[in-house]
T-cell receptor
Framework: KAGVTQTPRYLIKTRGQQVTLSCSPI?????VSWYQQTPGQGLQFLFE???????NKGNFPGRFSGRQFSNSRSEMNVSTLELGDSALYLC????????????FGPGTRLTVL | AQSVTQPDIHITVSEGASLELRCNYS??????LFWYVQSPGQGLQLLLK??????LVQGIKGFEAEFKRSQSSFNLRKPSVHWSDAAEYFC?????????????FGTGTQLKVEL
């Protein structure tokens, strides 16, 4: 089975722009979660989608949003980028409802100039 | 609120030596516990997990971890470290928060292996 894929792998944007990141989960997985990793704050949970519905949300401003499609692929969007949004954004997928182990993709490295 | 503490930011061991990485957690209910490893520029790879049952769990690459409820700990161990084990290691806790998946991570331990 193919693993979790994330596109693009690297992205450079300027302040004030918006960005969309994409995640394709492992085939058959219905839950997709997003995490932000920075040297200062470490790994932080952004949100989780299951069956096209946001099921959990972390403590991030409304500039961070996401969605999930019927094929379980997910996108996250960050509007009005700030320098502090520079980070590695990791997507993780898991099988279904309840609690399951999460499998992570390689991440998208976002740099905001 | 759930939290994870990894008290060691950096650890250096010699190749062939034993390893123990510490992890303490805070969680109101029965925790699900994980250890992940991250190589530079890569995503996270699951080493092992504890959901229930036997408190000593075996993982990939020769790693094991022991869940100690009384100490709220889930320390990772390996009897003999290989140079390829150099990476960053993250302990994480999760649980059934109303049916959702959410992991809370520790700050990580950077492992350096001396040849």
């Amino acid at each position: 089975k193919a693993g979790v894929t994330q596109t693009p792998r690297y992205l450079i944007k300027t302040r004030g722009q918006q960005v969309t990141l994409s995640c394709s989960p492992i085939s058959g997985h219905r839950s997709v979660s997003w995490y932000q990793q920075t040297p200062g704050q470490g790994l932080q949970f952004l949100f989780e989608y299951f069956s096209e519905t946001q099921r959990n949300k972390g403590n991030f401003p409304g500039r961070f949003s996401g969605r999930q499609f019927s094929n379980s692929r997910s996108e996250m969007n960050v509007s009005t980028l700030e320098l502090g949004d520079s980070a590695l954004y990791l997507c993780a997928s898991s099988l279904q409802g309840g609690y399951n182990e999460q499998f992570f993709g390689p991440g998208t490295r976002l740099t905001v100039l | 609120a759930q939290s994870v503490t990894q008290p060691d930011i950096h650890i250096t061991v010699s190749e062939g030596a034993s390893l123990e990485l510490r992890c303490n957690y805070s969680y109101g209910a029965t925790p699900y516990l994980f250890w992940y490893v991250q190589s530079p520029g890569q995503g996270l790879q699951l080493l092992l997990k504890y959901f229930s049952g036997d408190t000593l769990v075996q993982g990939i690459k020769g790693f094991e971890a022991e869940f100690k409820r009384s100490q709220s700990s889930f320390n990772l161990r390996k009897p003999s470290v290989h140079w390829s084990d150099a990476a960053e290691y993250f302990c994480a806790v999760g649980g059934d928060t109303g049916g959702g998946n959410k992991l809370t991570f520790g700050t990580g331990t950077q492992l350096k292996v001396e040849l």
